[in-house]
């Protein structure tokens, strides 16, 4: 079992691509894994079940490698399951290890022990969020500051209910850039764009946004595709060309303070 | 010079004392040292400058040690002096490295090249705050939530005007644990106590508290000592003796939210 220790085994770090990307956008990719390592086991779920929306965000890791590669944008992705730890939720809410995620118990996180819970906090959510961390501090100390675009899938049913947006644009505190992703997605393509939909900040969504953007007062959105319009290479491939334009459109629309003036 | 390496120089992590600690306070210290690493060099600053308070807090971390004592709390400080990096400021702040401090420049930091900024970040910001990261998030993990207190001091005299001011308690978005504080202070201390002063969050010195603190929903506050009052180890001791029941007193008087309830 992991340690306490500082040092996390390496397969568990944050995930970086395009490091040296000049782009101002960077992509957060939380639920991009349905890797389960040995080290926590299947956590007694079906290969079926590892394979489901339960287990990551189908095609959000495809489409963010889509809009990376467009928008010369950095590129931060967690490489496992939000099963065994779900790095956008705080350790201490119940989500962050789910014993239940939609219909589906998750046998192997019901009734974690202290020390259970506290060892996944160290291999996976502390690795994936000091090292976003890190990166988001380095180009804020390069400039310009960057803006941080979380992005996601959602099931096109919940709990048997069919869902007619196909994509959601959530903010939190700032709705800077929400506002103006919305009005460009809605101008630029036909998608069924909601705002604050299938999910908003009231659902415990937004906590990268919170740790990671809100802090230094850099522009920010959440980003929810609808899953079965991204089931394939080609169809992330195609939402990556839709939406990579109006993040690029938004950016421009949206007053981002450069540096903060100190004193004291 | 440190590369941007994710393992900066051993001597640069963030130190944590009391790391067992029961109680549910976190004691951080960002300006506790004036150590001027050799690697970064004295910036050009005479002896006497190098142990003014433009180089450190005097006083801040004999005080939040006796307070750790008291409290039995943990307690996280930071290695290097605030000239070299402020830890207490975002990257892109001017004031991070500050090319003057008071009526006092600082040779070494002025026109400091956009590399030399990154290795203090990746040297002295980084392992800083992800260390104070990992140890709040712990604490966070086993419960109850931990409630943050930043320990600073001042100058009796800022550019030839004396400071009346005391014990300034400073808040930022959150102001639950700094009201409960006043109140104990003005109840419990002759202390000429008052809320954000000499600084305030307009200042830009609550940077910690919004990194550390606000996206958790975690209760925090600033002390601000004037540094005349904690002017040697004696002191230090007093002064500890007669806050820590008022950090106390306060914590049984906030509502402080053990956990958050999540789905989605």
Not at 20 to 38: K, M, Q, T, Y
Not at 193 to 206: K, M, Q, R
Request: proline residues 8%; contains cysteine; glycine residues 6%.
């Amino acid at each position: 079992m992991p340690s306490t220790s500082e040092s996390p085994p390496a397969e568990f770090t944050a995930r970086v691509e395009n490091r040296d990307a000049r782009g101002r956008i960077v992509l957060v990719c939380e639920h991009a894994s349905n890797a389960f390592p040995d080290v926590f086991g299947t956590l007694g779920l079906s290969n079926e079940l590892q394979s489901a929306h339960i287990a990551w965000d189908p095609g959000a890791l495809g489409l963010a490698r889509g809009l990376a590669r467009r928008l010369d944008a950095l590129l931060v992705h967690a490489p496992v399951s939000r099963l065994v730890f779900d790095c956008n939720r705080p350790p201490n809410a119940s989500g962050a290890i789910t014993p239940q995620s939609e219909m589906y118990p998750v046998p192997g996180n019901a009734g974690l022990a202290p020390e259970g819970r506290l060892s996944r906090v160290e291999a996976v959510y502390l690795p994936f969020q000091n090292g976003l961390h890190s990166e988001i501090a380095r180009r804020l100390t390069r400039g310009p500051a960057p803006v941080i675009v979380t992005v996601h899938s959602f099931t096109p049913s919940w709990f048997g209910t069919p869902r007619d947006v196909e994509l959601g644009i959530i903010h939190d505190e700032d709705p800077r850039y929400a506002t103006a992703v919305l009005a460009e997605a809605r101008a630029r393509t036909r998608l069924k764009t909601e705002l604050n939909a299938p999910y908003s900040a009231a659902d415990g969504v937004t906590h990268t946004l919170r740790l990671q953007a809100q802090p230094y007062g850099l522009a920010n959105v959440m980003l929810e595709i609808r899953n079965d319009l991204i089931a394939d290479a080609e169809a992330e491939e195609a939402m990556a060309e839709m939406l990579a334009p109006v993040l690029e459109a938004a950016l421009a629309a949206v007053d981002i303070p450069q540096s903060t003036e100190i004193r004291g």
